[in-house]
């Protein structure tokens, strides 16, 4: 029994680890559970979910899996080349010849091996781009299918690490991981076979570490996956803040909130910084751990190699001879060396389905806006809208708007004014059908909108609203926007009708100039006078003004006084407006409060009746005499 000790010590430290690690698992397990509050898919959904973007690259893949089978010939039938070769090197009778002929084939293995490698890496870098850009695309078409209200819920920042990083981890997976994977499956499989008919019993000893292995890689798996999850969530967290915070950079700089605002930066950095040092040490205590198994299963040969020599004994009826161990110690690293790699790549592969549940819990989003199985497209529209006793609630029984009814004819010029809350911009969200509504109709042309279909619809309508998003380009680009067949001097006749081309002369580049990010090089009653331009080019049926005059000084909004007239022979034009001076040639004023329609008419007949148009009104004229 003494003799064996060694071997005893051996597996009592390789057992008390794996009592230890299983003890911790069954502690940390109710915890691990209750710590992630992210929709949990199973293994098998994600891998089939993902496979649907393999598929069509099926054949590069059967080709790829026959030059794994010839690298991989090369790892399981080098160790008995060099076997042959220490034989030769070791017999009584040295034959240069044959040891020269063992040498090219051992090198010729070696070359085969490394040129697959090879066109293995370039095949699947050509995939995993497509592969890439399917994925970005299809979560990048999801988003823009969701609906205002969903997408007001949802950080820009969240959304942006969908579609940009979490779709690089699902890309490597095809690349590498699973590629990987299946390599060193077959290696694995090739070893156990070759060293069976080396030695069947060094192979029994050597599978016994085996279902240590399961053991730790099974504890492995579970943890992982949770701190997968934090490092995500934690790089989600800092990504959505800094989208805000750069944005908001000067009213930061404004307020003098530069050292609150460094101080959330850095918790959050604190908290992505523990989550990745939390993923690394589970995987610093896993690769370890396979190690000692390794270390382990060469202890056991050497020491009965070692034993059979000195004591000149067999083991299970077998001799061990030097050839024998020098293919088994190589076997053994052949065996371990792809479970130590497998360690690497698991870790890539939870943060590859990590990274898949984002994405697909971003495309599993059902849009709350869609179009009806038998929408109909508009080729044109007269521009007449109706509200139906129209009921609208953001949240749940928070009504906006109490059944409003109205209706506007073709050509028509209507207002809409009342305090801030009253539910203005609502009714403008709603003919967009930005919204769906609770109760009631909302008519275009006599039919109900949600028997048009959206983009038909929206085709129609041209929004100017108050805050003016330009994008990054030049204005040419943001002002044609849907049509880039339009010329410059279609372009430089819709600037001109909206007097946008006194400021775009002067500038050097002219249509050619420059917008930076969000337009921030112009002015905001510039940037109105673009989006103006933008509305005006492509001729819409129906002309929404959102507060589109709130930015433009007193000299600017007479020239748009002007350019309102003329864009009442376009089509029929809805304005919403603090300014009740740019509403006053309305053909019709309807004035809201608490989500309710309590007057309408022209400008003469609301002031006539004395009443809440005349109140809003009276305060305005008196502010302006006092500014005087």
Known sequence: MREYLPLIIVGAVIGAFTVIFASAYLALKKRLKDSSGDRHMQDS??????????????????????????????????????????????????????????????????????VCTYFQAIILQKIGQKILSAIRMDTFTRIEQLSHAQLSTIPVGKLVTRVSNDPNAISYLFTNVLVTLVKNTLVIFGVLAAMLTVNYALTLMVLCFVPFLVVFTLIFQKFSRHVHREVNNSRTNLN??????????????????????????????????????SRIAVFGIFRPMVY??????????????????????????TVITSRIVVEFYLYISRFFNPIQTLAEQFDMLEQSFASAEKIFTVMDMEPEVVDAEDAIELENI??????????????????????????????????????????????????????????????????????????SLRRHFGQMLQDVFLFSGDIRSNIVLRDESMTD????????????????????????????????????????????????????????????????????ELLIQDSLEKMKNIGTMLIVAHRLS???????????????????????????????????????????????
């Open 45 to 114: 959904e994600l891998v089939k979910r993902m496979l649907r973007y393999a598929a069509p690259y099926w054949k590069s893949f059967l080709l790829i899996f026959f030059i794994m089978l010839a690298s991989s010939a090369y790892e399981i039938l080098s160790p008995l080349l060099i076997g042959e070769i220490q034989d030769t090197i070791k017999g009584g009778s040295f034959e240069l010849t044959r040891l020269r002929d063992l040498v090219i084939l051992y090198a010729g293995m070696l070359a085969v091996s490394m």
């Open 240 to 277: 959505t803040f800094l989208s805000e915070n750069l944005s908001g950079m000067k009213i930061t700089q404004i307020f003098n909130r530069a050292a609150r605002k460094r101080q959330e930066f850095g918790d959050r950095s604190h908290r992505f910084e523990k989550a990745k040092f």
């Open 292 to 317: 000692m198994l390794y270390v382990g299963s060469n202890l056991f040969l050497f020491y009965f190699a070692c034993k059979g020599s000195i004591q000149n004994t067999a083991f299970l009826g």
């Open 382 to 455: 007269r521009g007449e809208i109706e509200f139906r006793d129209v009921w609208f609630a953001y949240k749940p029984d928070e009504w906006v708007l109490k059944g409003v009814s109205f209706h506007v004819l073709p050509m028509q010029t209507v207002a809409f004014v009342g305090s801030t809350g009253s539910g203005k911009s609502t009714i403008l969200s709603l003919i967009c059908r930005n919204y769906d509504i609770q109760k009631g109709q909302i008519l275009i042309d006599g039919i109900d909108i949600r028997r048009i279909k959206i983009s």
């Open 489 to 556: 001097e279609q372009v430089m006749e819709a600037c001109r009708y909206v007097n946008a081309d006194s400021f775009i002369n002067r500038l050097d580049g002219g249509l050619d100039e420059a917008v930076r990010e969000r337009g921030n090089n112009f002015s905001s009653g510039q940037r109105q006078l673009l989006s103006f331009a933008r509305t005006i080019i492509h001729k819409p049926s129906v002309m929404i003004l959102d507060e589109a005059t709130a930015n433009i000084d007193t000299e600017t």
């Open 582 to 628: 740019t509403v006053q040639h309305a053909d019709n004023i309807i004035v809201l409060s608490h989500g309710k329609i309590v007057e309408q008419g022209n400008h003469q007949d609301l002031l006539h009746q004395h009443g809440r148009y005349y109140q809003l009104y009276s305060i305005q004229h008196q502010r302006q005499a006092l500014q005087q």
